[in-house]
């Protein structure tokens, strides 16, 4: 089997693998670039490498743990939207239908994994008393649209790079993974979106639909810069994908995952019991 049928065969396994390793295929098949027996010898390296990114593993080591974990985040964003659209701070004219949605959709994940948590026999973790102003860092989230987005953005860009760092833990168990990476794909539309949003909104260009190195794109907090460090990266499974595209391009191309801890320093803040 040559590096083309090989990849095809993981493509018709799995459709959903190259959303998992990064939104763009153009990184994993220039691959093939590499030329002849170097190439070869490197797919199983570089494979090998790209599923370890893809499904990495951190604490909590059990899928209860994980779910509770997931629930704590989804708790979180489902009661920053619940207020923000009640805050009525959104301007006439802005697609208040989308925050509207997102929040929806939210409540509907904190709903889905309640019951999961239960029919695995345990109890779900109660919900903390949240700080949106983050102890004041944020003060105007609810009176200032701008920022209001700007912290929506961070949670979601959170959120897709939190789930993607917990899957390796599911991977025993298929039908929660499939739940999870369903619901880990929500969050990555809403992260887009939102940052759709705040590009038409301030007529930047720098603020795009995906991550380029560690920019945050138009946020300039270091509270905020917690949630994309380590998004510079342009070398997976050693290999340096700048030979292949530009170090923007490179680092478009990949996700990195956050681990559990660095998930909890950034939201910390935000909990304020």
Do not use: C
Not at 105 to 120: D, P, S, Y
Not at 148 to 153: F, H, P
Not at 220 to 239: H, P
């Amino acid at each position: 089997m040559n590096l083309h049928q090989l990849l095809n065969s993981i493509e018709k396994a799995d459709p959903d693998i190259y959303e998992r390793l990064g939104p763009r295929r153009k990184a994993i098949r220039n691959f093939v670039g590499i030329g002849g027996k170097l190439a070869l010898a490197a797919v199983p390296l570089a494979l090998g490498g790209l599923l370890n990114k893809a499904y990495s593993q951190s604490a909590p080591a059990d899928i209860k743990g994980v779910l509770q974990y997931a629930l704590t985040l989804e708790y979180l964003e489902a009661e920053f939207y619940t207020k923000a659209v009640a805050s009525g701070i959104i301007p006439a004219g802005a697609p208040t239908t989308a925050l509207t949605t997102i929040r929806d959709h939210e409540n509907q994940h904190v709903a889905f994994l309640t019951t999961v948590i239960k029919q695995l026999g345990a109890t779900p973790v109660s919900k903390p008393t949240f700080d949106f102003t983050a102890g004041g860092h944020f003060a105007n989230v609810f009176t200032n649209y701008d920022l209001l987005l700007a912290v929506a953005q961070t949670f979601e860009d959170t959120g897709v790079r939190a789930y993607k760092g917990q899957a390796g833990v599911l991977m025993s168990d298929n039908t929660v993974l499939t739940a999870a990476l369903n619901i880990h794909s929500v969050e990555a539309r809403h992260a887009s979106h939102i940052r759709q949003m705040r590009r038409t909104r301030n007529s930047d260009a720098t603020i795009k639909p995906w991550i380029t190195g560690k920019n945050p794109g138009g946020i300039s907090d270091d509270a905020v810069q917690k949630s994309y460090n380590g998004e510079e990266l342009t070398t997976q499974a050693g290999i340096d994908l700048t030979a292949f595209v530009s170090s923007s391009a490179a680092s478009e191309s990949f996700d990195e995952p956050l681990t559990y801890d660095q998930v909890i320093a950034i939201v910390q803040p935000f909990i304020k019991s």
